[in-house]
Every structure is written in structure tokens, then in C-alpha cells.
């Protein structure tokens, strides 16, 4: 039987500053995104291509980004991958992948 493993590391700049909230349990959780910017060449042109994360932090993290970050600035994301998944409000069902950083 194999392990699962979910890990992944992002470098790029978050898109916005972040948004910092304190859910009822008292808890905080800090949100942001980052795009990565990824460069090829093709037919000896450099091409680029821009990947955007969403990314959720909790507790002492998500206070410590909600006061550092801001938009623009460089960062490296080390996390894991997080699914969430709902219904609208037209019973259609709806998914988004996000990175959840873990220290």
C-alpha cells in the first residue's frame, strides 16, 4: 500500500493584498493569491505563461501574513493541496483547489 503525498512549493507574487478574518470558533485564516510566472522558448521566441494560486493560511501564520504581505511582493508557498467542494444555488455542483500553507 503506497502513502499519499500532497505537497507542492509556489514562488511568485501575490495578486492582492491579502485578506485576514477571524472565523466564530476564534480562529484566524489569512487569504491570498499568487501568480507564478513560467518562461519557455518556442520557434526562438521566450514565451510566458502565468499560473494563478489561490492559497489559505491559518492561526499565527495567517496573522503574521496579514500584516507582512502586501500585492506585489515576491513569496515562496510550501503547502499542500485542499479540494473544497459545494452546490450553488442552482443545485450545480462546484469545486476549486487551493494551496493551504503548513509550518
Not at 520557434?43 to 500584516?67: I, M, P, R, Y
Not at 515576491?74 to 499542500?80: L, M, P, T
Request: charged share 25%.
Amino acid at each position: 500500500m503506497l502513502n499519499n503525498l500532497n505537497s507542492i512549493i509556489i514562488e511568485g507574487n501575490l495578486t492582492r493584498d491579502p485578506q485576514l478574518k477571524t472565523i466564530p470558533n476564534g480562529n484566524q485564516v489569512c487569504s491570498f493569491a499568487v501568480a507564478s510566472n513560467r518562461f519557455y522558448r518556442q520557434n526562438d521566441q521566450t514565451e510566458k505563461e502565468v499560473s494563478f494560486f489561490e492559497v489559505e493560511t491559518w492561526s499565527k501564520l495567517a496573522q503574521t501574513c496579514g500584516e507582512v504581505l502586501r500585492k506585489g511582493r515576491g513569496v515562496r508557498v510550501v503547502g499542500r493541496l485542499k479540494q473544497d467542494r459545494w452546490e450553488d444555488a442552482d443545485g450545480k455542483h462546484q469545486a476549486r483547489i487551493k494551496i493551504v500553507i503548513h509550518i
